[in-house]
Nanobody
């Protein structure tokens, strides 16, 4: 099982970023997929989840209306479109199967300056 996240960077408050995560080592279409984020010394936070066919999405209250999760089952890829970014969105972002897999990728750093 492997996850490779990309797309992070430095952006000003109010800006946008798009993250991507390529998954491998399991049958992608069998699983709900999620994006998580984490800051040093803090617990990992569930940000967004998408159903296996993409028809169901859920979001943390803190990102609802600003972030959009999507997936491409032909490419084994999960996306996170982030808009209206705030400094408190600064974190390392990870993707994984919903409820985890026992494996984590390296994540991608998102930094939002005020």
């Amino acid at each position: 099982v492997q996850f490779v996240e990309s797309g992070g960077g430095l952006v000003h408050s109010g800006g946008s970023l798009s993250l991507a995560c390529v998954a491998s080592g399991f049958t992608f279409t069998n699983y709900y997929m999620s994006w998580y984020r984490q800051n040093p010394g803090k617990a990992r936070e569930l940000v967004a989840t998408i159903g296996s066919a993409g028809g169901v999405t859920t979001y943390a209250e803190s990102v609802k209306g600003r972030f959009t999760i999507s997936r491409d089952n032909l490419k084994n890829t999960t996306y996170l479109q982030m808009t209206k970014l705030k400094p408190e969105d600064t974190a390392v972002y990870y993707c994984n199967r919903y409820r985890g897999s026992g494996y984590w990728g390296q994540g991608t750093q998102v930094t939002v300056s005020s």
